[in-house]
């Protein structure tokens, strides 16, 4: 049996599910008086960290009923589509690797049946010339990407809603979502750990067309000492920033708090309502480590993700040049786009801190920011010794 409020008379289920309809019914004013009553909490400072008034208090209190703590997640019409839009991109990169002529894609047809009479010649020349035969599928590919970004970023609304408003990450729930970024994670590690596999093989054992030497013969390798060297620098530097800002925002829980009685099981009600230190959210000094570590990681990650830009314009040797070009572009670049994603996360996790989405017992998403983060730093060491010093 689950232990319920005391002070609200309620020792059971059944006793629960009345006292939740007699909240439901007196409205979310009242469940947020009763909620900061029992927690001695400020009752303006609760509504305005939860806004919860604005959300429909029968439809959360009817999940808070249910007799586990688990989230059964509602039908959502975002899974479907992002698979549809990844297709689509996959589908973009193909025409684009295998150079299909511009003049055989149909949406190149439409737009030049539908632009103005001025134009149609200009557009024929470009085409004929093979600008737009290199950047023929540009158009599809941004409206791609664009409609990917914005797919996502409704599901990603659509979590966080669930998880700061609607309290339906209970602590099982958090746990669950933990151990599922874990194997992503060990996901991506075999994704590396395939082509590592690959420039070990060529590596240990060069085959005669290469000239039976790693570097194969004629190939040019980067100086491990200048950007190689700068960007490990800056990511390591990077890692130990957002390793700050996690510390601040657990930085309460390490001193001694008021602890309350009478509060609803944590797997009943949203964790963030079950605990002063919660609902009050962090003190603004530990809030403003957090942006300011947060917003210096992303700046790191900026300068690095520049920084290898500049390395793949100045390389002495190309994608095309042999298995040491396209082992090296590879690797780096697949962990480039790790970077890339990353950052992406890391806004993400500035914003909401902003918008005081963070509290010291429920952070879920910036723990998978930066687990997701250490990651990128260990395949780059790993990347910095083997292929930029050991390879060399």
């Known amino acids: 049996m689950r232990e319920f409020d005391k002070s609200q008379g309620v020792t059971n289920q059944k006793e629960f599910n009345i006292w939740a309809d007699n909240i439901s019914s007196n409205g979310s004013q009242s469940w947020q008086k009763t909620v900061a009553e029992s927690n001695k ?15 429909n208090s029968n439809v959360t209190l009817q999940r808070w009923k249910q007799e586990h703590p688990f989230h059964l997640v509602d039908p959502s019409p975002w899974p479907i589509l992002t698979s549809l839009v990844a297709y689509q991109c996959a589908i973009s990169l193909i025409i684009v690797f295998h150079n299909i002529k511009a003049l055989h894609l149909p949406y190149i047809n439409f737009l030049y049946t539908i632009l103005p009479e001025n134009f149609k010649s200009i557009y024929l020349a470009l085409v004929e010339q093979g600008i737009i035969a290199t950047f023929g599928m540009f158009p599809l590919i941004v409206v791609t990407l664009f409609s990917l970004l914005f797919i996502l970023t409704c599901w990603f609304k659509d979590i966080v809603t669930e998880a700061t408003y609607l309290g339906e990450h209970t602590k099982a729930v958090q746990k669950n979502i933990l151990f599922a970024f874990a194997l992503f994670i060990s996901s991506e590690v075999m994704f590396f750990f395939g082509f590592f596999w690959a420039y070990f093989h060529m590596a240990l054992n060069p085959a005669v067309s290469i000239g039976c030497s790693w570097p ?25 920033s957002v390793t700050l800002a996690h510390r601040a925002i657990t930085m309460p829980l390490s001193f001694k708090t008021e602890k309350t009685s009478g509060t609803l099981n944590s797997n009943i009600i949203p964790v963030e309502f079950n605990l002063k230190q919660n609902v009050v959210n962090l003190d603004s000094k530990y809030k403003n480590i957090t942006t300011f570590a947060l917003s210096l990681t992303v700046l790191y990650g900026f300068i690095f993700t520049g920084i290898q830009w500049y390395e793949y314009e100045n390389a002495p040797f190309a994608l095309n040049d042999g298995v040491y ?44 920011a930066a687990w997701y983060w250490h990651f990128v730093d260990v395949v780059w060491l ?10 060399s």
Do not use: A, M, Q
């Open 382 to 391: 790993f990347l910095f010794i083997v292929v930029y010093w050991w390879g």
């Open 325 to 368: 070009g396209s082992l090296f572009f590879i690797l780096t670049g697949f962990h480039g786009f790790h970077v890339c994603i990353g950052i992406l996360f890391l806004i993400v996790c500035l914003l909401r801190n902003i918008k005081d989405h963070f509290s010291p017992r429920h952070h879920i998403g910036f723990i998978c």
């Open 216 to 240: 194969p013969l004629g190939i040019e390798v980067l100086d491990i000492w200048e950007l190689p060297f700068l960007n490990t620098v800056i990511l390591l530097s990077s890692g130990v």
């Open 41 to 55: 909490i400020d009752l303006k400072k609760l509504i305005e960290h939860t806004k919860f008034s604005s959300l």
